[in-house]
């Protein structure tokens, strides 16, 4: 009974000093990086996409066959910077203009400029982000990525 007991406690002891987490599969983060190419192709837009994790490792990156040479890499900031500061770089872009947050345009890899977004699983849990690059603006970058994730929002509601 008292090895039951001392084991119990063990487990107890290590469970704690773990944290667990969630990220999308790397299926789910191509499909969200389709739909979000394929929504630009739709406004006449010639983009690359880029899904990360949650601390924004790269998943997936697809450029479509005429976006620009910069986009594939443009796209991974994006996507990097809005996972590091689990914020859409839209929101970014502002803040980082002027007062305390202008510091963050400094950190190596940061792109504070739309086109950046957080992907949540239902229960707002952060899973991973996306970012586009190459519609005309950021905020149509925006647009591109947000219909990525409402194409799998149903699959990570709970």
């Known amino acids: 009974m008292l090895i039951g007991a001392v084991l119990s406690a063990s487990a107890i002891a290590q469970e704690s000093n773990f944290t667990t987490f969630r990220v999308l ?31 924004g490792v790269l998943q997936v990156t697809i450029r ?16 990097w910077t809005a996972a590091s500061f689990r914020t859409a770089t839209s929101e970014l872009s502002s803040l980082t203009e002027t007062g305390e947050a202008w510091a963050i345009r400094n950190v190596e890899g940061a792109l504070p400029l739309g086109g950046g977004e957080i992907i949540r699983a239902g229960d707002g849990d952060m899973v991973g982000a996306i970012g ?6 950021g905020s149509e970058d925006s647009a591109c990525a947000k219909a990525g994730i409402e194409a799998i929002e149903e699959r990570i509601a709970f």
């Not at 190419?37 to 006449?44: A, H, S, V, Y």
């Not at 586009?132 to 603006?137: E, H, I, L, M, T």
């Open 25 to 55: 599969k790397p299926e789910l983060s191509m499909e969200a990086a389709q739909a979000a190419l394929n929504d630009c192709r739709t406004r006449g837009y010639q983009i690359a996409v880029s899904v990360t994790d949650r601390f």
């Open 64 to 79: 479509d066959q005429l976006a620009g040479a910069h986009t594939p890499n443009t796209s991974f900031k994006k996507a």
């Open 132 to 137: 586009v690059s190459g519609a005309p603006s």
